[in-house]
C-alpha cells in the first residue's frame, strides 16, 4: 500500500519567516495530494489541494509544490503568521482506493 | 458552513466495555469515514461507508469494530470490547462523492480506556 513520509517533525520559525513541509510517496498511481491543518484540540481541516496533473498550485500566502517523477510534494507557507501554529498533515491518495494514507505531521510553531 | 458533529466530545470507559461513537455527518453528504489518531501520531484510516454498507475497511477495523446509519442522519462507530490500546482521538469524516476530494472533518471524540 501507499507509505508516506512527512519531515520535518517539528519546525520553529520566526513571525513573517518562510516554512516549508515536505512529503514523499511511494505509490506512482498516487494523484491526489490533500494537506491539512489541525490547530490544538480541533479537527483537521483541508486547507490546499493539488492534483497530479499540476505541478503548483498557489492560495495567498499557501502554495503546493508537487514533484511526480522525485515523488514528493511540499507546502509552503510565506510570511507566516502566529495564527499559522499547528499541526500539518499531508496526505496521498490513488485514484482506485480514493482513501487518503496521511504522513505523520508537522508541527509548525511560528514565535511572534 | 455546515460541520459534521460528534458526540460525545470525551468519553472515558473500562477495558472490556462497549462504546458507541456518534456522528452527524453533512446532511447532503453520501460517504462516510471513521478515522483515528492517537496521541502525537498520525491520522489512520478505519473504515468508509457508502450506501448503507462498508465500501472500504483497514486492518485495524477488525471484528471489535462495527459501522451503522440506524436512521438518516446518523453514522456510528461501535467497538465491542474496548482495549486500552484504543484509546485514541476517533473523527468522522464525510464527502459529497468519492475520488480526489478533500473531507470534512467533525470535531472527535477523545476516548479513554482505563
Known amino acids: 500500500g501507499e507509505n508516506v513520509e512527512q519531515h520535518p517533525s517539528t519546525l520553529s520559525v520566526q513571525e513573517g519567516d518562510s516554512a516549508v513541509i515536505k512529503c514523499t510517496y511511494s505509490?506512482?498511481?498516487?494523484?491526489?495530494f490533500p494537506w491539512y491543518k489541525q490547530e490544538l484540540g480541533k479537527r483537521p481541516q483541508l486547507i490546499i489541494d493539488?492534483?497530479?496533473?499540476?505541478g503548483e498550485k498557489k492560495d495567498q500566502r499557501i502554495a503546493v509544490t508537487l514533484n511526480k517523477t522525485a515523488k514528493h510534494f511540499s507546502l509552503h507557507i510565506t510570511e507566516t503568521q502566529p495564527e499559522d501554529s499547528a499541526v500539518y498533515f499531508c496526505?496521498?491518495?490513488?485514484?482506485?482506493?480514493?482513501?487518503?494514507?496521511f504522513g505523520r505531521g508537522t508541527s509548525l510553531i511560528v514565535h511572534p | 458552513e455546515p460541520e459534521v458533529t460528534q458526540t460525545p466530545s470525551h468519553q472515558v470507559t473500562q477495558m472490556g466495555q462497549e462504546v458507541i461513537l456518534r456522528c452527524v455527518p453533512i446532511?447532503?453528504?453520501?460517504?462516510f469515514y471513521w478515522y483515528r489518531q492517537i496521541l502525537g501520531q498520525k491520522v489512520e484510516f478505519l473504515v468508509s461507508f457508502y450506501n448503507n454498507e462498508i465500501s472500504e475497511k483497514s486492518e485495524i477495523f477488525d471484528d471489535q469494530f462495527s459501522v451503522e446509519r440506524p436512521d438518516g442522519s446518523n453514522f456510528t462507530l461501535k467497538i465491542r470490547s474496548t482495549k486500552l490500546e484504543d484509546s485514541a482521538m476517533y473523527f468522522c469524516?464525510?464527502?459529497?462523492?468519492?475520488?480526489?476530494?478533500?473531507?470534512?472533518f467533525g470535531s472527535g471524540t477523545r476516548l479513554t480506556v482505563v
Open positions: 469524516a464525510s464527502s459529497t462523492k468519492t475520488g480526489n476530494y478533500g473531507y470534512t
Open positions: 493539488i492534483r497530479s496533473n499540476v
Open positions: 446532511s447532503n453528504h453520501l460517504y
Open positions: 496526505a496521498a491518495q490513488t485514484g482506485g482506493s480514493y482513501i487518503p494514507t
Open positions: 505509490d506512482s498511481a498516487s494523484n491526489y
